[in-house]
């Protein structure tokens, strides 16, 4: 039984893992197609067009692997967790089925009419396709969302007394406190690794003396994507996303923060150290006092509590995990801003382009907005733990009744190889898109 | 209310199999019959735009049986367990073979993905084919020995096969004779599905060739049917009682029989279309005929200690399923103008579009 919930939750954990590795980067990259092909429309400078069109292949690479392993997610719901889908499919299944029939759909049509359509189309009507896939893939990140919310913190339902979990306020799946916060950090974290993604090419270019013209362009583009949605992901989003936290999930909240001990007069920040699960306290701790008690409450005094204050069945099953999940995303999220910040102003005193040292660093930053992502909702899926539905349906209690530990491993190793096989091909295809660059694809 | 989302749930599978139905079609004429650079561009071009959209209706049929039937769900996705990813890997396998085969000019890597995407298509075909046959012969609920159920009475979990590969043990598998009887039909029939819609969308070499295969194809086709209308009384003592009940059910068989024995005449047909027509007719035909006969259950159980799971015992509760109707109205209407939009501006033949070229 437990090793059964464990190969269960490390399937859906790697499959998550892989899938939100493309769609973090599509959501974001889409907004900027949009831009580059707008401002095409505006100047009709061939540069803009031939970028869009650049970046569009990588977007469709990006976005076929975001379907092939997006469709394992919504399979998975009800054969590794039959159970969860059982009680809750009557609201889950909601936001789900909406995903499939508002943006699966539009997506799909318009993204095969903005790849092959544009000599069909004409340049105003293939800026409209690439406007549709745009909003079909920030629809689906909105569905998607609202379902977590709703995990985080249900609302609009009512439990029968078979244990099912039934709708009662569709509204209120959508004005659910925890959403807005969530989406848009989320969305701006999606714009994040976009930004990074675009600058990190056009450094490449730029230092390696290639396609200058397009380097220049990316690094800019990127640099201003870069800073806007940097500071969006702190201020205001992530801010709000942690004060829902610490008003339904205080155990959570303590966790993430490493939080062992009630303090009174105010609680620290602490931006190092590792937490001790035996003595229950932080090792090599670098902290600021009443820091954390002002971020959170804006008093220098205010009471945050400890981990000492709630009972030990209500932990989260990884504290250590969640607390380094949460400082990873927070530490790089700041190192983003920072960097993006040198980088603009080097910009307006126009010697970006000649700065080596940022350059380099915006090429070596490329994966790190995919780390913070990714640990971004490790902290929001580890702090849930040990519920499914916060304070009312344990992870145990979710899973398939039928479903063997040895079948779930079976097919975990097979995801693990065919994933394996598919990241490689991706690297190589998107490594020989990036090295042909924007000038030499013709249509 | 139950019964509005049943015909929703069946009309979006329906439509499922009708559409990618002719890209699996297409996959198998490719691992078979196309021997030219030629045929195979042609094949790929014909499908190329849509069966990324194709596929969503498999996505979207699984969400609106998530949302209306979960239980259904729920028991079906974790007792089909196996076959289910296996279908996952297939597709992904056809996805890339489909999308990678164009990205490096190279024999041996258009040779692999060429196969990855043939091999992919026939295997989803015939895995499809089983799974309607799981459907119709129905599971043991509960898991039930000896009239004891071993889990909840609408759990269970199908091994690939038990070693009699028996409709009727007591511990049924995925594959036995009955279901991949209905594999192989699926296989035949979706193989002449896809053909026709090469007819229809190109104007290759292929095509009278092809039209030949889907006429032998055809009487294939007919030789298993009638076997497996001899067969089908041996899993399914009453087959017909609710086309007794309700006569106009006929409809259905009639809609498939026009399909199938229509194509007979494939080589007189004068417009490239009318076979695709035909051939979708008779798949339409066909599962609504088998599905009918088993209303209201969604799956049957094959013990007398668990009732068979039906509309009725798996849907959702009333409130989720009316609101659910102003939602869907509006987004099946987006739908439609979203295909009748990608079906106007890819019209007629395709040869041309240069699908996967970069």
Known sequence: MEDMLFYDRMQFAFTITFHYLFPQLTMGLSLMIVYFKWKFLRTHAETYNQAAKFWMKIFALNFAMGVVTGIPMEFQFGTNWAKFSELTGGIIGQTLAMEGMFSFFLESSFLGLFIFGEKLLGHKLHFVTGFLVFLGSWASGFLIIATHSWMQHPVGYEILENGKFVLNNFGALFTNEWLWPSYLHNQAASLVTASFVVAAIGAFYILNNKHHEFGKLFVKTGVIFGFISSILVAFPTGDMTAKNVVKHQPVTFAAMEGLFETVDGGSEIVLIGQPNMIDKTLDNKIAVPNILSFLTYQKWDAEIKGLNEFDESVYPTNIPGLYYAYHIMVGLGTIFIGLMLVAVVQLFRKKLYKTKWILWSLLFMLPFPYIANTTGWYTAELGRQPWLVYNLLRTSEGASPTVSAGNTLFTLLGFIGLYLLLGLLFLMLVGKIINKGPELIKH | ?358
């Open chain 2, 1 to 358: 209310m139950e019964l509005f989302w049943y015909i929703v749930l069946m009309t979006m599978l329906a439509v499922y199999v009708i559409l990618d139905g002719y890209d699996f079609g297409a996959g198998i004429i490719h691992l078979f019959f196309a021997k030219t650079e030629k045929d195979k561009k042609a094949i790929t071009n014909a499908i190329g735009p849509f069966w990324d959209a194709n596929e969503v209706w498999l996505i979207a049929a699984g969400g609106v049986l998530f949302f209306a039937f979960p239980t259904l769900y729920a028991s079906s996705f974790s007792g089909f367990y196996l076959p289910l990813i296996m279908i996952l890997w297939l597709l992904i396998f056809r996805a890339i073979g489909l999308e990678l085969r164009g990205q490096v000019h190279n024999k041996m890597w258009e040779a692999v993905w060429d196969k990855a995407f043939g091999v992919a298509s026939l295997f989803l075909a015939l895995f499809f084919g089983i799974a309607l046959g799981n459907v119709v012969r129905g599971v043991n609920l509960g898991m039930v020995t000896n009239g004891v159920s071993a889990h909840e009475a609408h759990y269970f979990f199908l091994p690939l096969w038990n070693p009699t590969f028996s409709p009727q043990a007591e511990h049924l598998g995925i594959i036995d004779w009955f279901t991949l009887m209905l594999g192989i039909i699926g296989v035949v029939s979706l193989t002449i599905h896809g053909a026709n819609w090469i007819i229809f969308k190109t104007n290759s070499d292929l095509n009278s060739k092809l039209k030949n295969v889907i006429f032998k194809l055809n009487i294939v086709l007919l030789a298993l049917i009638i076997l497996s209308l001899l067969v089908w009384h041996l899993i399914k003592p009453q087959p017909f009682y609710n086309f007794l009940q309700y006569p106009w059910l006929w409809v259905f068989p009639i809609i498939f029989f026009i399909g199938h024995l229509g194509l007979f005449k494939i080589k007189s047909f004068k417009k490239d279309g009318t076979g695709f027509l035909f051939s979708s007719m008779f798949l339409f035909g066909g599962l609504a005929s088998t599905m009918a006969s088993i209303f209201p259950k969604l799956l049957p159980s094959t013990n007398s200690t668990n009732p068979d799971l039906t509309i009725y015992n798996m849907a959702a509760h009333e409130y989720g399923l009316s609101v659910g109707i102003y939602w869907f109205v509006v987004a099946i209407i987006l739908v439609v103008v979203y295909f009748t939009i990608q079906y106007k501006v890819f019209k007629g033949k395709m040869d041309d579009i240069g699908y996967g070229e970069h």
